[in-house]
T-cell receptor, first 114, second 113 residues
Framework: GAVVSQHPSWVICKSGTSVKIECRSLDFQATTMFWYRQFPKQSLMLMATSNEGSKATYEQGVEKDKFLINHASLTLSTLTVTSAHPEDSSFYIC??????????FGPGTRLTVL | KQEVTQIPAALSVPEGENLVLNCSFTDSAIYNLQWFRQDPGKGLTSLLLIQSSQREQTSGRLNASLDKSSGRSTLYIAASQPGDSATYLCAVKEDSGYSTLTFGKGTMLLVSP
């Protein structure tokens, strides 16, 4: 099956710093990738949709200047949390759109902002 | 706006029991519905996907049904095992062609030996 990886799997940073999370489709090309965040005991909430070579589409309420998304190739999308604050601490999951419009999910990245 | 609700939020059963997890959605115009498993601190594993034209899907001890008109789906787990302990998420894909999924909050299942 299609595999999506995320790096890092967990990160701890100081408030005010920026953190970059990578999402890679390992054995398929993902023209579209999705970024979700999940708070404890909550559902996954879609943050943004990124298409290779174009600007990401952000969901309502998600600050595009704070959560920078780059989808520079068919196998790589990055999410940069700029000037991170404790309230940004969450579990971030990406997915890549594969054949038959199926989403394949990455293992997630746990971000803790001190 | 589509909303997905899962009941119960948590469930604890002894090993060997058959159990049912419920999922309901407010807008019946869905393209498909998917059940996922999420282990603590991990990503999602797709279990079953039911197209809107289908009534059920089976994989091993898992059986998922879909009643699109009433906005409901159930995930049946037969002969539960401790390894089934995880959070089970239900997600629907809208019928708009746009590929986003709307997730429920999940049911946290604990199967005790």
């Amino acid at each position: 099956g299609a595999v999506v990886s995320q790096h890092p799997s967990w990160v701890i940073c100081k408030s005010g710093t920026s953190v970059k999370i990578e999402c890679r489709s390992l054995d398929f090309q993902a023209t579209t990738m999705f970024w979700y965040r999940q708070f404890p005991k909550q559902s996954l909430m879609l943050m943004a949709t990124s298409n290779e070579g174009s600007k990401a589409t952000y969901e309502q309420g998600v600050e595009k200047d704070k959560f920078l998304i780059n989808h520079a190739s068919l196998t790589l999308s990055t999410l940069t949390v700029t000037s991170a604050h404790p309230e940004d601490s969450s579990f971030y999951i990406c997915s890549g759109k594969g054949g038959w419009d199926t989403q394949y999910f990455g293992p997630g990245t746990r971000l803790t902002v001190l | 706006k589509q909303e997905v609700t899962q009941i119960p939020a948590a469930l604890s059963v002894p090993e060997g029991e058959n159990l049912v997890l419920n999922c309901s959605f407010t807008d019946s115009a869905i393209y498909n519905l998917q059940w996922f498993r999420q282990d603590p601190g991990k990503g999602l594993t797709s279990l079953l996907l039911i197209q809107s034209s289908q009534r059920e899907q089976t994989s091993g001890r898992l059986n998922a049904s879909l009643d699109k008109s009433s906005g409901r789906s159930t995930l049946y787990i037969a002969a539960s095992q401790p390894g089934d302990s995880a959070t089970y998420l239900c997600a629907v894909k809208e019928d708009s062609g746009y590929s986003t999924l709307t997730f429920g909050k999940g049911t946290m299942l604990l199967v005790s030996p």
